[in-house]
Nanobody, 117 residues
């Protein structure tokens, strides 16, 4: 099963975007979901995560600007990104895992976010 990430685009610094991560399976609600990003020439990095129960976590670089949420009825996890900066430019991916110590899997194709200053 793969996750479908969407909602990327090009915005100016200070703007906002909302990314969506959609799964086709109803069991999605039992998984923790993470958003990651990879900028050109850089390693993929964790951005935000949400557990099955709704507990959230964020990278320090996005705290206070990004908000992760989930709508289990729609099998979708969202990433609301506000006050975007040029350094947020990257391909954003979502992935899921069932257990806290498991690797994230079911990576989608990613969605490009470009922030111009």
């Amino acid at each position: 099963v793969q996750l479908q990430a969407s909602g990327g685009g090009s915005v100016q610094a200070g703007g906002s975007l909302r990314l969506s991560c959609e799964a086709s399976e109803r069991t999605f609600r039992f998984y923790a979901v993470g958003w990651f990003r990879q900028a050109p020439g850089k390693e993929r990095e964790f951005v935000a995560g949400i557990s099955a129960s709704g507990t959230t976590s964020y990278a320090d670089s996005v705290k206070g600007r990004f908000t992760i949420s989930r709508d289990n009825a729609k099998n979708t996890v969202y990433l609301q990104m506000n006050s975007l900066k040029s350094e947020d430019t990257a391909v954003y991916y979502c992935a899921r895992r069932l257990l806290p110590d498991a690797d994230f899997g079911s990576w989608g194709q990613g969605t490009q976010v470009t922030v111009s200053s």
